[in-house]
């Protein structure tokens, strides 16, 4: 029997009110999350907060909009003034208005499918909405809530705290990293820099390298100028040759390249060295997100333009606070620029998910070398079971080389391992004990069916096929991310569920 407990539909994980996850113990219960299947989502406690507003932002909304709402408004409570601008800008402007409410900054806009659509999309796209403890915090000033919910918290000046940290990740750059309420806003902030510098010299395309995470890909696709000609896509993080064609027959448009190392679900990881002196000499950008491995894994920055990445994952390890960072590499040639823009972008984390986080990091590294341990050990178990189709890690087969020339050390391979099986999953996925939802990089080992959460439109029934096909990915992928816990006993969980 497995050591690991199953956890109930929407239950947070790995438990406090302010987890990032929540559990969606089988297929079943995906496929009804995706299609808003009542009898799911009136389960959920939880849920990654860009995605699912959080019962204390739902409650502060009512109260707010109570308050200050004209008949037929909805309001969003943001992170800070500039992003509500921001926002109300994205909205057209009026009707949608910009309000401060009992110390917190929100947009109304007439109610509407639309418009409600439009805003949650941005919001989601770029992490801006106020975050649970921010929610908290607002309802127990209006009387709402008695008192915040005890947790553990720095006592001092967290963002020091988190950047003495960061810091040695990034040396000579330490000036250079900003900290984000979430992985999106600092990527979307570098996306922004980027374009605004880049912009008057006539370029405003973009490249994919690889598949990525589905709201970078959005940013791609919805906020380039023209996404019909300026979102270029290549797939193959290891085809240099398509690259130099591609730079080559579009270097003097394109703004900036896009990548991930390793990739996000796949693990693949380019030759960035390579990439990043093509595209100088094309006067392309780069922008890379170390976000699966975790800058205390890897090192990226000597080939980017700005690291931009989710604190989310890792640093965050008790999974329970949102938060990112972008780092300005100052050696680039648009450093200045670039600085002056991000930090113009980015609003600062909320202070108590600082101050939370600020606790949390400071054990980081051992979190990490933990995993780092565990996880070859999982990969070992997944290549060799007889059920299990396909494996794909950071040290695979075709971009090993690639990754440990960016490791930053022989065991640093990060949490996360996808597979597939020689069966279809949902016997296995309903079956395993271990904990399932969204997120990665936790103490707690987490597994979800990638595709059908992160790209359910795109799952064949649905007429995405082709377009899975074209990225390699398949859709009964797995992605595992593996936390601290005995090694056999993850592993045992896992053999468990496939010998069924």
Sequence with gaps: MSAFTPLPLGCPIPGSVHSVSCSLPTLADIIGYEERDPAVTARMQAGYPRFALHPFVRQLIAALTAEVAQAGEQLWPLISARAAETLVAQ???????????QGVEAVLHPAGEA??????????????????????????????LPAAGAETTFKGDAALAVRRVLGPCFPGAERHLHLAPSGMSAIH????????????????????????????????????PDPAHDHLVLHDVRDLAALEQLLAAHGPRIAGLITEAPTNPLLHTADLAAVAALARRHGVRVIVDPAIASPFNVDVLPHADIVAFSLTKYASHEGDVMAGAAVVNPAGPDAAALQTRVAAGLDAPYPRDLARLAAEIGSAAEVVARINANKPQVVAFLESHPAVERVWWSLQEGTAANYRRIARRPEAVGAVVSFTLKRPIASFYDRV????????????????????????????????????????????????????????????????????
Excluded: N
């Design 115 to 144: 418009l409600a659509a439009q805003a949650k999309l941005w919001l989601q796209h770029t992490g801006t909405l106020l975050s649970s403890r921010g929610a908290e915090d607002a309802l127990v000033r209006l009387g709402r």
């Design 91 to 101: 909205l057209g402007g009026a009707p949608a208005r910009h309000v401060r409410v």
């Design 433 to 500: 004990p271990l904990a399932k939802g969204p997120s990665f990089g936790m103490r707690t080992t987490l597994l979800c069916p990638y595709i059908y959460l992160a790209h359910y439109d795109l799952l064949p029934h649905r007429g995405g096929g082709d377009e899975l096909a074209r990225a390699g990915l398949v859709p009964e992928l797995l992605r595992l991310s593996v936390g601290i816990e005995p090694v056999y006993e993850i592993i045992a969980a896992l053999d468990e569920a496939l010998g069924a």
């Design 189 to 224: 902030a570098a996306f922004r820099a980027v374009g605004e510098v880049q912009a008057p010299r006539g370029r405003t395309a973009w490249v994919q390298l690889g598949w990525l995470y589905l709201d970078t890909i959005a940013l791609l696709k919805k906020f380039t």
